[in-house]
């Protein structure tokens, strides 16, 4: 059986994705915008604009916070997921529905933390998902964390690194595309 090939959107230059089979990866020199809407979607869209502890010292590319609600469209029309930090403020520009709250719009959001997958920090990531229902969603790994490793290994890590997305948290991101019904 051939497996589903998965567009990566607005990913990062040196994205772990391209490591990977079956994936399209739009970085900033394949712009997403040049997406054909035709596969599953894992969308990474830039956040420093959106997020809810630095957007206020963020300086974005020109067009740059435009992407992130680009990439909810591109969701909703071709399924899959979305992933972007916790409390990000794209939630409430979109009214999306945040995580604990019910299915709107054939979308919904689940808080996870990303040591779940094996990030050396908990960074805690909201999720939005569209095609796809809890009960379908690969296995969600949980493991204890201990937070007072996370200021540490902050402060050790290159800008890149603390924007990467875990190699197995990328790997799970592609099954949830996969799984989509659109």
């Not at 020109?62 to 591109?74: I, R, T």
């Not at 796809?132 to 540490?152: G, K």
Request: proline letters at 7%; one cysteine or more.
């Amino acid at each position: 059986m051939k497996t589903m090939t998965v567009a990566i959107l607005c990913a990062a230059r040196n994205s772990v994705y391209k490591e990977f089979d079956g994936v399209e990866v739009f970085d900033i020199d394949r712009d997403a915008r040049t997406f054909d809407d035709c596969l599953p979607v894992v969308c990474h869209p830039p956040c420093r604009a959106w997020s809810a502890f630095c957007a206020h010292q963020a300086k974005p590319l020109l067009g740059e916070k435009d992407l992130a609600p680009w990439c909810v469209d591109k969701l909703r029309e071709n399924g899959g997921v979305l992933e972007h930090p916790a409390h990000s403020r794209l939630w409430r520009h979109l009214n999306l529905p945040l995580p604990g709250e019910e299915q709107r719009g054939g979308m919904w959001s689940l808080a996870v933390k990303q040591s779940w997958w094996g990030d050396t920090r908990s960074k805690n990531t909201w999720l939005l998902f569209s095609g796809i229902e809890r009960s379908d969603l690969p296995d969600i790994p949980f493991r204890l964390h201990d937070p007072a490793n996370d200021t540490q290994a902050w402060n050790k890590m290159s800008k890149h690194q603390r924007a990467a997305t875990p190699k197995r948290f990328a790997e799970w991101l592609i099954e949830v595309a996969r799984r989509t019904s659109r």
